[in-house]
C-alpha cells in the first residue's frame, strides 16, 4: 500500500514538474526543438518553425547545407552533385523559393536524341513554337505516337494532383503500354528521357510519378538557378534568422526525447524532427531500411557544343551505359572556364568504375554524339540519389509525420523522391510539431 501511494506521488510529482516546466516555456524559443539534417527538407522545417516564431537546432553532418542539392566550383566551372533540375510549377518550389532571386535559367521543354548518327530534336511545340518542324520530322515514334503524346499532355493539365495521386499503383513501362504508346517512341524517347529522372532503366517507377512530373513539365520550365542548384539551399539558408546550426555533427540516435551525437553528448530536446533516413536513428523502428536508386555523373571541359539550344541529350541504345547528356554552359551560369561544361549521366554503370567508367563514357561521347574531344574534370558517384519507395504520395498530414510522442519524420522519404517531397514533408513535420505545441 505505501509503496503503490509512493509510486502515485512520484508520479504525480513528475507530471506537476513537466507541467510547470511547460508552462514556464512562455517564450517559444524556449521550446528544444531539433532538426536531424539541413538538406532541403530540413531547411524548409526550419522556415516554418521561424514563421511561427520558434528557434530550432540543426545538426547536419557535412560542413555545409544542402544534402543532395549540392555544386562544386572545380577547374573554374559550377558542377552540381548529379544533374538535376526544378520544375518550376513544383507548387510547394513555388510556396518556398523566390524564383527571380534564384535567377532561374530555363531549359527548353525538349530532349535532342542522338539516332543512327543524326540529331533529332523533339519537343512540346504548344509550349516553344520552335520546336514543332522538327519535332514533326523526326523520325523518332510514329505520326500516331505524336498525337498521343499531345493528348496525354491535355489529359494530364486536366488531372488534378490529388487525382493523380490516387490512381492505381503501376510502372510507368505498364501505363505507357496501356496508353498504346509504340515500342518505338518508348525505347526513343519515354526510356532514356525518364529512366534519366527516375535513375532506373526499367522504367519501373509508379507511374502516379510518371504523371506527376509529366504534369510538372508540362506546366512550367525545367530550369537551374544561374549559380547552379545548391542556389536552392543557400537561398533558404539565408532567409533563417534564428536557427541555431551544428555543422559536422553526426547524429548516432533519437530516443524519445534525448539526441545521442557521435561523440557520445547526450541532448535533452522536447521535439525532434528527423530529416533524413530515420532506420538507423530511431532503435526498434519498426520501418524497413531505405532502399535508394544509385547514379554516376561526369563532368567534362569541351571546346565546343554538339547541342547548341539548351536541351537534354539522350542516347536509346540498350547496351550504353550513358543515358544522357546536357551541356550547362548551354544556360547563363555565373562561374565558367570560357569553354563548354558536359555533363553525362549514368544511370546503370554496369558494374564499371573509376578509369574504365571514364574510358567507356568517352568511348560513347564519340560513337553517337560525334564529341571527339573531352577532358574529364570530375565523377560523382551518388549511391543514395532517390529512395525506392512502394507506395508514392504527395502530400501526408502534420499528424502523420509523429512517429513517437517527440519524433516526428520528414524528407523526400515520406512521400516522393523530388524537391517537391522534401518541401512538402519538411512543411508538415513543422506543422506536427506546432500542432502538438
Ligand atoms: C542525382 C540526383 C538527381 C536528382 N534529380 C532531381 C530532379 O531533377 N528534380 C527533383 O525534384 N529532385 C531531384 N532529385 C531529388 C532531390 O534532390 C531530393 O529529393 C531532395 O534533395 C531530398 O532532400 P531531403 O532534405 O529530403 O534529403 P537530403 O538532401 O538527403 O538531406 C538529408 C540531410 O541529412 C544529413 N544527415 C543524414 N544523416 C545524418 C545524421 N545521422 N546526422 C546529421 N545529419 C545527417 C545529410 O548530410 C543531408 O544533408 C535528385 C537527386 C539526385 C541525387
Redesign the pocket.
Known amino acids: 500500500m505505501l509503496t503503490l501511494i509512493t509510486i502515485k506521488n512520484t508520479n504525480f510529482v513528475y507530471i506537476y514538474i513537466k507541467l510547470v516546466k511547460q508552462k514556464y516555456r512562455v517564450n517559444k524559443k524556449d521550446y528544444r526543438i531539433h532538426i ?9 522545417a526550419a522556415t516554418v518553425l521561424e514563421q511561427k516564431g520558434y528557434s530550432p537546432v540543426i ?4 560542413y555545409r ?5 549540392k555544386t562544386d566550383i572545380i577547374s573554374g566551372y559550377q558542377l ?8 518550376t510549377a ?1 507548387p510547394a ?1 513555388k510556396k518556398y523559393l523566390d524564383y527571380e532571386a534564384l535567377e532561374l535559367q530555363n531549359f527548353l521543354p525538349g530532349a535532342s536524341i542522338f539516332k543512327n548518327g543524326k540529331q533529332e530534336v523533339i519537343g512540346d511545340p504548344m509550349r516553344d513554337v520552335s520546336l514543332l518542324f522538327s519535332t514533326l520530322a523526326a523520325n523518332i515514334g510514329t505520326v500516331a505516337d505524336k498525337l498521343k503524346i499531345l493528348k496525354l499532355n491535355i489529359n494530364l493539365k486536366k488531372k488534378t494532383i490529388a487525382e493523380i495521386f490516387s490512381d492505381k499503383e503501376q510502372s510507368t513501362f505498364s501505363y505507357l503500354k496501356e496508353l498504346d504508346f509504340s515500342s518505338d517512341i518508348i525505347n526513343d524517347f519515354f526510356k532514356p528521357f525518364f529512366s534519366g ?1 527516375f ?1 532506373e532503366d526499367k522504367l519501373e517507377t509508379s507511374s502516379r510519378m510518371f504523371q506527376f ?1 509529366y504534369k510538372m513539365f508540362g506546366e512550367g520550365n ?1 530550369a537551374l538557378p544561374k549559380a547552379g ?1 545548391e542556389e536552392i ?1 543557400r537561398q533558404l539558408l539565408r532567409k533563417l534568422k534564428s536557427t541555431t546550426f551544428h555543422y559536422d ?4 540516435s533519437i530516443l524519445d526525447s534525448k539526441i545521442v ?2 561523440d557520445g553528448q547526450e541532448i535533452e530536446s522536447d521535439f525532434t524532427i528527423i ?3 530515420a532506420s ?2 530511431v532503435p526498434n523502428l519498426k520501418t524497413k531500411p531505405i532502399a535508394w536508386q544509385s ?1 554516376d ?1 561526369l563532368c567534362f571541359e569541351t571546346e565546343k557544343r554538339t547541342i547548341n539550344k539548351p536541351l537534354i541529350g539522350l542516347i536509346p541504345f540498350q547496351d550504353t551505359i550513358i543515358n544522357n547528356i546536357f551541356y550547362y554552359t548551354s544556360l547563363k551560369t555565373k562561374v565558367s572556364a570560357g569553354k563548354e561544361l558536359l555533363s553525362v ?1 549514368v544511370v546503370n554503370n554496369q558494374g564499371l568504375s573509376g578509369k574504365a567508367l571514364i574510358d567507356r563514357v568517352q568511348q560513347e561521347l564519340t560513337k553517337f554524339c560525334g564529341i571527339t574531344t573531352s577532358t574529364f574534370i570530375k565523377h ?1 558517384s ?1 549511391p ?4 525506392k519507395l512502394s507506395e508514392l504520395h504527395y502530400d501526408i498530414s502534420p499528424s502523420d509525420t509523429r512517429l513517437t510522442k517527440n519524433i516526428y519524420l ?5 512521400l ?7 518541401i512538402i ?2 512543411e508538415k513535420a513543422a506543422l506536427g510539431v506546432i500542432e502538438n505545441l
Request: glycine content about 14%; charged content about 10%; overall charge negative.
Open positions: 536531424i539534417g539541413a538538406g532541403i527538407s530540413g531547411l524548409i545538426f547536419e553532418t557535412t547545407v544542402g544534402g543532395r542539392v552540381d552533385h548529379g544533374f538535376q533540375v526544378l520544375l513544383y518550389a529522372i535513375l512530373v525545367a542548384i539551399p555533427t553526426f547524429v548516432s551525437l557521435a530529416a533524413t533516413d538507423n536513428l547514379c555523373t549521366t560523382y551518388i543514395k540519389s532517390l529512395p520528414a524528407g523526400d522519404i515520406q516522393n523522391g523530388s524537391l517537391n517531397a522534401a514533408a519538411g
